[in-house]
Every structure is written in structure tokens, then in C-alpha cells.
T-cell receptor, first 115, second 110 residues
């Protein structure tokens, strides 16, 4: 079956512009996660959804970042007024639920470059 | 102190060697633990979960030490294809947090 997909795969934008990143989780997975990975660094947990709700948004780096999920399916991560420091790979993952033992399956990521 | 810490490496070992690395975590309430593998410019993929009793999958053995708050990964008879970054993951589901370590880079040489 299909895995997690993300679009676009690459995005180059100018500083100050808004960008929207999309994630399509595996069908039937109720939990969805967003991470950021800067070059040569580990994964930074941003936010997760259980269904359409995000219990804790404190991992988002600033108020320029927002995320939503609809229909317990597609999620979008929006970055407003992008800054050069936002350049990174944004990874989405999904799992059956947010239980301790549920495996996360990752999408290929969106590589964001802010000029 | 970081919530999850790993030795960044790189570990550079010959093919066939045994290599082990640890990951420490600071929150004793952490509930589940995993090792993920990430190849260069690829997404992470689950290698194995880590259970209290320790678990083995082929050449890979994972251990959890709750008293000392660390998990370990042992790779026996290493192959060239084992070259990757290994990420330690700690799930604090009670706090709605999943924390990835920065990863340990492993390079296997012929």
C-alpha cells in the first residue's frame, strides 16, 4: 500500500514569503507528526495530531508556524514570513495511534530553502 | 542537559566488527524507546523497538536500562550496508512528546 507522501519535495522561497507544506499519511493512521531536521542535525519534534486535534502545540518554533489536519487525513504545515533559519527538511510521519508501541512511518520530507 | 543524548560519532569500524553505542535520556517517566536508522538524505526508518527485557533481531540487539536511564544498540558482524546514522527515540506519551536524539553516525569500512 501507499506510504506517507509529502509535497512539494523541494521548495525554494524568498525570505518573508509564506509557504505551505503538505502531508498525506498512511490511510487509517490516526496519529500524524511533523518534524524539522536541519542539515547535519537530529530531528526536532514540532507537533502531532491525534485525529484532527493537536494536544500540544508548544513544540512549534514560533507563532509563524501553524499546522492543521482535516478529515483525519491530510495535514498542512504553514510557515508565515519565512526566515533563512527556517531552511531545513520538514518530515512528516504517521502511526496507527499515539500509543507507546506504534511505529512511525516517515514520508520523504520537504526540503525548504529560504533565500 | 538535552533530554536525549547520543555520542555523535562517527564510529568507523571494519566490516565484520561488533559495534555498540548508547543513548541516555533524562526523564525517568519516559515510556517507550526505539532505534531508527537514517541513511544520508533519506527519511528515518524504524530499526527496532527496545523492550525492558532486551530484544534481538538478527545481528542487532537492543537493551534498556531504566535504572541508569540509557538504551543501547549492539550490531554484530557489521556489514557495509549498516553504514548510516542511528537515531535513539524516546516516547513520553504522558507528556505528548517524542524526542529524537541527534544520532550516531556509523561508517563500516571494507
Amino acid at each position: 500500500g501507499a506510504g506517507v507522501s509529502q509535497s512539494p519535495s523541494n521548495k525554494v522561497t524568498e525570505k518573508g514569503k509564506d509557504v505551505e507544506l503538505r502531508c498525506d499519511p498512511i490511510s487509517g493512521h490516526t496519529a500524524l507528526y511533523w518534524y524539522r531536521q536541519r542539515l547535519g542535525q537530529g530531528l526536532e519534534f514540532l507537533i502531532y495530531f491525534q485525529g484532527n486535534s493537536a494536544p500540544d502545540k508548544s513544540g512549534l518554533p514560533s507563532d509563524r508556524f501553524s499546522a492543521e489536519r482535516t478529515g483525519e487525513s491530510v495535514s498542512t504545515l504553514t510557515i508565515q514570513r519565512t526566515q533563512q533559519e527556517d531552511s531545513a527538511v520538514y518530515l512528516c510521519a504517521s502511526s496507527l495511534s499515539f500509543r507507546e508501541t506504534d511505529t512511525q512511518y516517515f514520508g520523504p520530507g520537504t526540503r525548504l530553502t529560504v533565500l | 542537559r538535552k533530554e536525549v543524548e547520543q555520542d555523535p560519532g562517527p564510529f568507523n569500524v571494519p566490516e565484520g566488527a561488533t559495534v555498540a553505542f548508547n543513548c541516555t535520556y533524562s526523564n525517568s517517566a519516559s515510556q517507550s524507546f526505539f532505534w531508527y536508522r537514517q541513511d544520508c538524505r533519506k527519511e528515518p526508518k524504524l530499526l527496532m523497538s527496545v523492550y525492558s527485557s532486551g530484544n534481538e533481531d538478527g545481528r542487532f540487539t537492543a537493551q534498556l536500562n531504566r535504572a541508569s536511564q540509557y538504551i543501547s544498540l549492539l550490531i554484530r558482524d557489521s556489514k557495509l550496508s549498516d553504514s548510516a546514522t542511528y537515531l535513539c527515540v524516546v516516547n513520553q506519551s504522558s507528556a505528548s512528546k517524542i524526542i529524537f536524539g541527534s544520532g550516531t553516525r556509523l561508517s563500516i569500512r571494507p
